[in-house]
């Protein structure tokens, strides 16, 4: 079974930094592109940022360039994103999603998300 | 970035009812399109991509349509399970982006 698991959200102030992780199990990893989605409660889905396979190549939406680091450690079945500069608009869910093989950007496997809070 | 705007945003149906969510792209994305199912508190699900294969597991009630500019995702005699929101979502161009999504709610 696929599953994908974040951790790391957490409290923080503005200006602040964290580090979100997503461990994968149940594929093989390696042959995957992986994303990084997030939702505001009660609003839409926005991609964050996607890390392809080789790990090479990653790309930022234009809000979090610079801010944020998408990684992934092939060995350990993970896929991070360290965010650092952290404002209040950056408060939201982040999904780690699966990109499936066809080399288009859909989502067949999502994390259950972890809370990002950013707020003084 | 292509914008993608969904109507209705929410909408109220009875058990057995037949449902039509409408997706549009501000530009021309072919048939790259996703619709995801998420129900409060849970992760987005897969339903349908190239607007109109169904993914695996998913019930044939869910049915997409559409090119270009213009989608539709059906859900055809809704089940207790089918009250949730929906997005679609292009993956013609990057960035990939979603739509605001439609709630389904009980009448």
């Known amino acids: 079974e696929v599953q994908l698991v974040e951790s790391g959200g957490g409290f923080v102030q503005p200006g602040g930094s964290l580090k979100l992780s997503c461990a994968a199990s149940?594929?093989?990893?390696?042959?995957?592109?992986m994303h990084w989605v997030r939702q505001v409660p009660g609003k839409g889905l926005v991609w964050v940022s996607r890390?392809?396979?080789?790990?090479?190549?990653?790309s930022y939406a234009d809000s979090v360039r610079g801010r944020i680091t998408i990684s992934r450690d092939d060995a350990k079945n993970t896929v991070y994103l360290e965010m650092s500069s952290l404002r209040a608009e950056d408060t939201a869910v982040y999904y780690c999603?699966?990109?499936?093989?066809?080399?288009?950007?859909?989502?067949?496997?999502w994390g259950q998300g972890t809370l990002v809070t950013v707020s003084s | 970035d292509i914008q993608m705007t969904q109507s209705p945003s929410s909408v109220s149906a009875s058990v057995g009812d037949r449902v039509t969510i409408t997706c549009r792209a501000s530009?021309?994305?072919?048939?790259?399109l996703a619709w995801y199912q998420q129900k409060p508190g849970q992760a987005p699900k897969l339903l349908i991509y190239?607007?109109?294969t169904l993914q695996s597991g998913v019930p044939s009630r869910f049915s997409g349509s559409g090119s270009g500019t213009d989608f539709t995702l059906t859900i055809t005699s809704l089940q207790p399970e089918d009250f949730a929101t929906y997005s679609c979502?292009?993956?013609?161009?990057?960035?990939?982006?979603f739509g605001g999504g439609t709630k389904v709610e009980i009448k």
């Open positions: 999603a699966r990109e499936v093989e066809t080399g288009m950007a859909i989502f067949d496997s």
């Open positions: 149940g594929f093989t990893f390696s042959r995957h592109w």
């Open positions: 890390i392809p396979n080789d790990g090479s190549s990653a």
């Open positions: 530009q021309n994305i072919n048939t790259w």
């Open positions: 190239a607007a109109s």
């Open positions: 979502q292009q993956a013609n161009t990057f960035p990939p982006t």
